[in-house]
């Protein structure tokens, strides 16, 4: 935790907060505000890289004391020597009004299947369109929160305003990211914490995809596809993790949450002339395992989802870059002399005789978030292309 410093404050403290609030399933929504009075101050003196710990647990101390005596949250928290402070509520609505937290402190938790994603908050890089969108959409239908992280910025920001005029409440929150590049993850990041304190869900969905020989790829194309595809997991984990470990500490290590890659079934098996991305895919099963067993002492699980192929997204179907075309183009299917032709042979390799869908992948996302007892997983959703063994 050496990066925790008084000049990241507003990056480090609102993940502590929202810890703090956590039931065991789910926590509040902490959202940093300028220049509104706080309803309980909290110290930071002597905040520094190795005290997080002792810090977090002073605070904790003062927020139990505050919600046992008047049996309810405090609408505000502050910091001594800010000059901002962070709402507290089941929503980020409620949290910017500061009106109260309409939940009890003393309520347990609800564990039923049926409620496992209700007010969790999820982040969704690549969520403007496609895959991403639909498990976008998704996770705002099971009742939860997500952010919308892409560098579609347009796209992201009007699938945003149409989900929150959709629930009639803020529901889904655009983001502009390349998760390529380090600075704009951190960025990404720092604007979660201030937002909604923090997350429960790290889906790490955005993805390219160049087909080629290996004979004939250049490589800036192997290279474009696997700096998204591999590195991007990578640098998303790198500082998504930062946030949720500081989360655990402020529930004093009892606060489970998760980041999942939407790997590939091609991370599962070779695929012909599809090297890059294949190999990109494989790669992030590797980090996969590796994140989990490192990230596990903070109560992070990390696992990946290896969909199959999902025939009606754009990947695959639009006319002009999409897979089919591709892969006509590239001569993959033997015999294929038309996008429909290259279609039919792919379906034909599912014992379930379709291509996979949103609702499939979801599925196994609210699976792997109500798993407690699973980490380092790579979980195949390919109606059994793929099975393991």
Partial sequence: MTQMTKESVKSWVPPIIR?????????????????????????????GPFEIEELAASWRTRYSRFCAEHARYPRTIGLEGT??????????????????????????????????????????????????????????AEGGYVYIADLNTEGARTLALQLNSQAGSTVAFSLAVNVT????????????????????????????????????????????????????FFLCTKFAARQLALQNIGSDHAYMTDIVAISSKSGLEGSNKNGAYAGAKFGTIGLTQSFALELVTDNIKVNAICPGNFLDG???????????VQYLRAGKVPGANTVADVRRAYESKVPLNRGCRTEDVVRALCYIVEQKYETGQAVPVTGGQVMLN
Avoid: C
């Fill in 83 to 140: 000059s901002w402070s962070m709402g507290l509520g089941i929503s980020y609505d409620e949290a910017v009004r500061t009106s109260g937290v309409s939940k009890d402190p003393a309520a347990r938790a609800d564990n039923s299947r049926g409620a496992i994603m209700k007010r969790k908050v999820s982040l969704v890089t690549g969520g403007a369109q496609g895959f991403g969108e639909g498990i976008v959409r998704s996770l705002v």
């Fill in 181 to 232: 590049d380090e600075d704009s993850v951190r960025q990404m990041m720092d604007s979660v914490a201030s937002t909604t304190g923090s997350l429960d869900l790290f889906v790490s969905n955005a993805g390219v995809l160049k087909a080629g020989s290996v004979k004939e790829m250049s490589l800036a194309d192997f290279q474009f596809v696997t700096s998204v595809d591999y590195t991007g």
């Fill in 314 to 324: 754009p990947l695959w179907s639009d006319p002009e870059r999409g897979l089919f």
């Fill in 19 to 47: 810890g703090m609030t956590s039931d065991g399933e789910t926590a509040l929504v902490v959202t940093v505000l300028e220049d509104v009075q706080a309803e309980l101050q909290l110290p930071l003196h002597g905040a």
